[in-house]
């Protein structure tokens, strides 16, 4: 007997609010063309028959004007839809409608019942304060660069920044597997160096090397990273595909923290009228693909993030969503000290700071840039 | 004792050329700024002292005026850096540039000795013309779809595809391993109906599941696609990353050709001040990455790409590449039969169309649409 609808479909579906550009008329034909085209992806002739077809096509839930003159439809989808995969979720979400001009995503609502399909962070803000030993103030960040440092320069780096008391040291995520820095002996010497600076310190400084690589080999640089003891991972899910975030997070052998770093994701955001809002992309969608951190650029550095955007990514970094823990949003992008004492103010105490350059760029010596960065982020005058 | 520079790199460089929007002294800050932002991602201060430091860096190659009022920086990048991988190298074009409005990649040219590192698409034109006993006219190829069909609906379709002389029947890219459509039965069934076509028809019709899915199952996927006796593989490289692909077409045991989806990449075309050109995206990149095919959408349909850049994608795929073969650009996107005769023209001998639902929307049978449809691309008058 051929499964009937009301034994394939929970009735649970996921909500997604896209912002349509043009007239009413226009962005109704777009939010109708919409709930085709990320389901049965034909004409409305080939919906099938009855209640199935019904369960399976996008449904206009609200259809609003805004302010700006667009319109917002919030469309849904039988959670089946998604097939319980991260990939086809993304491409329920948006796959095909990435390609049109003038459909933005600002909101993704899943059942709590959905989440339950996905762990998501392993750690969240809680936990990584409980491994870091840091109960309340701001994370501290630095990553390791500039490419073309030896290992041991690199390491001796890495040293110089956990005896300052930074609490996350990161690969630059331009570093993989290059002939001027090999990602084996690159995470030995780091990790060793971080340990031996932990001894002296005391604290739990943490290094994370970018496992960002091949398909066949990401999995094997984690496992590598792991046993030589690194504390966490860096990874660009724009280059490896959002799913092998969440299968580093979902790996029970490997278990360590993931930095998130948005490295080839700026096409959803570069448009204000295309692609996936800020908050959605780098605050909701890598959450649930297993980030404890987001790494995105700040407003007022090198890139163009707004302080709007900024701040929307912050907040939903820690908006109810199920069992899912919230994470940390991390600013970076050529931050520089003095930009702290605003920055702190703005994102308050759940935040990591990436700050690059500006340690080793500056007339004092790392560790005494490092005790300054923690100085200010602890909110003490200079 | 330390390498050298003049061991470690060749002096073989990757040029890309970016479209930068702005006037001519802010196109040239952008051009110095993307020569750091794209290796070491710091100011020059950190720049590594000597030649190592000059090798690392990004070089601008040329410098000029469009006549669209931008300018076109030619920057080129030690091959090196890219660490001989595809992600590293999708992060040197642009991973961090992305993310930066009024950058526009529009060219990418590769020294034919680093191109020696990929093995590009297993069969290209020609391996897919032999494969499927096609000698010189345009390749027919259809999906399943609706969503929603049962298993043996979708087969049912499959078989009279195959039988009207479809040569590629791919599944839609929604279907992966939903609760109505199991990856397993569905590929089972249809590999089962083009057989059993086949047999009838002499012809060696060829079907593509999607094995799009979450990163430790899309191998398994297209093993046992493999396995069961399927003839091809879509995938999206924009949801389980690029490099999955090219995991996918360097695998000898699985060995089969690749159809490359658009899903989830819009967001890098949408704007045309931004992200990456559509001929480098669906042309050059997924080429390089293992695709046999490209899917696109064509001009004139529900998506919103120009002529111009269907053209361009066209010819990307065929340019010189060192050893990478040509592959076919595969337009589709709610193309009618109707449109065949202007597509033929406009695209000649060296493509692959894609009708979907127009071949189960007309009056007529599936199957006298099918011939219908190989008599418009064989020239024949209907």
Chains 1, 2 share one sequence.
């Not at 039988?78 to 979400?93: C, R, S, Y």
């Not at 001009?101 to 993704?108: N, Q, S, T």
Request: aromatic share 8%; hydrophobic share 40%; net charge negative.
């Amino acid at each position: 007997m051929e499964p009937t609808p009301s034994t394939l479909f929970s009735g649970e579906r996921i909500r997604v609010g896209y912002r349509l550009a043009g007239d009413e008329a226009l962005a109704w034909q777009k939010a109708e063309v919409i709930c085709l085209e990320q389901t049965i992806e034909a004409p409305y002739e080939l919906i099938p028959e009855g209640e199935l077809g019904q369960n399976i096509i996008g449904h206009i839930e609200s259809f609003e004007p805004l302010d700006t003159g667009d319109f917002m439809a919030v469309i849904s989808y039988a959670e089946e839809v998604t097939g319980f995969e991260i990939p086809q979720l993304l491409n329920t979400i948006c796959g095909n409608s990435s390609l049109k001009p003038g459909i933005r995503v600002e909101a993704v609502e899943f059942p709590d019942h959905y989440l339950e399909n996905f762990r998501g962070p392993r750690y969240g803000r809680q936990g990584l304060r409980e491994m870091l030993g840091v109960a309340d103030r701001p994370l501290l960040c630095t990553p390791l660069k500039p490419m073309g440092l030896s290992c041991r320069e690199l390491a001796d780096l890495a040293y110089q920044f956990a005896l300052g008391g930074i609490d996350i040291i990161k690969d630059d995520h331009g570093l993989v597997d290059q002939p001027f820095s090999r990602f084996a002996e690159r995470v030995e010497l780091c990790t060793k160096a971080v340990r031996r600076a932990n001894k002296e310190t005391g604290k739990s400084c943490v290094y994370a090397p970018n496992v960002t690589g091949p398909a066949g080999v990401v999995m094997e640089r984690a496992r590598l990273a792991k046993r030589i003891g690194a504390g966490g991972l860096l990874v660009a899910p724009g280059l490896t595909g959002f799913d092998t975030m969440r299968r580093l997070a979902d790996d029970d052998d490997i278990g360590l923290p993931i930095i998130c770093h948005p490295a080839f994701l700026g096409g959803f955001v570069t448009s204000p009228e295309s692609g996936i809002s800020h908050s959605i992309l780098f605050g909701k969608l890598v959450r649930l693909a297993g980030a404890d951190a987001t790494i995105f650029p700040n407003y007022g550095g090198r890139f163009s993030f707004s302080r709007e955007a900024c701040g929307g990514i912050a907040s939903e970094t820690a908006r109810p969503m199920g069992r899912i823990k919230p994470i940390f949003p991390a600013p970076g992008g050529g931050m520089s000290l003095a930009r702290i004492p605003e920055m702190r103010e703005f994102y308050g105490n759940e935040v990591l700071f990436l700050i690059g350059g500006d340690l080793q760029n500056r007339g004092r010596d790392i560790v005494e840039n490092c005790h300054l960065f923690h100085r200010l982020v602890s909110g003490a005058q200079k």
